[in-house]
Nanobody
Framework: QVQLAEFGGGLAQPGGSLRLSCAAS????????IHWYRQAPGKERELVAS???????NYADSVKGRFTISRDSSRNMVFLQMNSLTAEDTAVYLC???????????WGQGTQVTVSS
């Protein structure tokens, strides 16, 4: 079983920064891809950023240049550094593993990010 736990959300002002963390219960070097999604009220869930076991990263166009996904394999954690935040970044942010062994589509409980003055 794989458990994912996100934390680090909160209230930020426009233009501010937050750093989200996702802690995994397994060795993340054995996970091919880890993703950050976000879900805003009334909107579809959006893939924000991904990182592979090889360290390759991908970003949604809406966050390129502002968000950075990274990992610390020694702590089995993945991070999402979010800079230059806007109100449009307000959402619940969720960590996802799409495949781990025979397991599919694993999610954490999410962490709320609110950007407001």
């Amino acid at each position: 079983q794989v458990q994912l736990a996100e934390f680090g959300g909160g209230l930020a002002q426009p233009g501010g920064s937050l750093r989200l963390s996702c802690a995994a219960s397994v060795n993340i070097t054995t996970i091919a891809r880890i993703h950050w999604y976000r879900q805003a009220p009334g909107k579809e869930r959006e893939l924000v950023a991904s990182i592979t076991s090889g360290g390759s990263t991908n970003y949604a166009d809406s966050v390129k240049g502002r968000f950075t996904i990274s990992r610390d394999s020694s702590r089995n954690m993945v991070f999402l550094q979010m800079n230059s935040l806007t109100a449009e970044d307000t959402a619940v942010y969720l960590c996802n593993v799409d495949k781990f062994g025979t397991l599919r589509d694993l999610w954490g409980q999410g962490t709320q990010v609110t950007v407001s003055s």
